[in-house]
């Protein structure tokens, strides 16, 4: 198998890991604590990889790198708000939106018409949506899953600019998400003004164990891009669905509505037929 796409079922499965201890954490510590103590240890860590490696920064395109690494953090940012208030495999799969924004930022910022045979498609993502969101029931509508929709919409921006990065050669995996966790830093800090507390020993295990899955995690995402096609490795990243389902079961006891699960089923089956079909193109 592809060793990109190896990367891409790592990423998966260390990200859901991480929805588990961020959703776990949550209850006592609040997202921006989390998000700063996550990427001061994650810029640590990096820095000693790189020495041990002997890996350079490479000084090139600076601002590419510093605006993924504001975009991915908001994207993580918004994803950890949703997991607090939602279902794990909801939040899932509002989260693989990407390739619909995708499409839409490139008909209306890029000027690209849509082809006839992306309609109906999207309509179809756009009902599945529904059916998870299910507005008609005040219970099931929150800002949580606004949150996970925001998310989505930021990280095909964050894709895309990995992917380019890429293209323009002379990165590592270690120096593109240095500069997101770098960004997420301020991210944190700006979100904790006047809502800090020292954790306990119990949060303290959660959020290094956040640091350690998100650290590998972005890692193994960044490398799946760097090693495989683009439209493949979002086709292996759904499985971020299945085990983000599974491990809200089984630590959360949380059981998918059935309107969520056809939801999900419209929305990542009309997915990977767009991506599929931008691939074409």
Request: proline share 1%; hydrophobic share 55%.
């Amino acid at each position: 198998m592809n060793r990109g796409l190896i990367f891409a079922m790592l990423a998966s499965l260390m990200f859901s890991f991480m929805n588990v201890l961020v959703k776990e954490a949550s209850r006592t510590v609040g997202t921006g604590e989390i998000i700063f103590v996550r990427s001061v240890i994650s810029v640590v860590m990096i820095l000693l990889i790189m020495r041990v490696l002997k890996i350079k920064f490479s000084h090139k395109d600076k601002g590419t790198l510093i605006f993924r690494g504001v975009v991915g953090g908001l994207s993580m940012c918004l994803i950890f708000l949703a997991v607090s208030g939602m279902n794990l495999g909801d939040a899932s799969i509002l989260q693989q939106l990407s390739a619909f924004f995708v499409l839409i930022i490139s008909a209306v910022y890029l000027k690209e018409k849509l082809p006839a045979h992306t309609v109906l498609p999207l309509i179809i993502i756009v009902a599945g949506t529904c059916l998870i969101l299910r507005p008609w029931e005040y219970s099931s509508f929150s800002v949580y899953a606004l949150f996970a929709i925001a998310s989505a919409f930021t990280g095909a921006v964050v894709y895309t600019t990995i992917h380019k990065l890429f293209e323009n050669g002379g990165h590592t995996s270690w120096e593109v998400i240095f500069y997101l966790f770098l960004c997420s830093i301020f991210i944190g800090l700006a979100m904790m003004y006047n809502n800090c507390h020292m954790p306990t020993h119990y949060e303290w295990i959660l959020l290094l164990g956040i640091a350690f899955t998100s650290l590998i995690a972005q890692n193994f995402m960044t490398q799946a891009y760097e090693f495989a096609n683009q439209v493949l490795v979002s086709f292996v990243m759904y499985l971020g669905v299945f085990f983000n389902a599974l491990w809200g079961y089984v630590f959360f006891g949380e059981v998918m509505h059935n309107l969520s699960i056809i939801g999900g089923v419209l929305v990542i089956g009309s997915s990977i037929y767009l991506s599929h079909k931008r691939a074409q193109k």
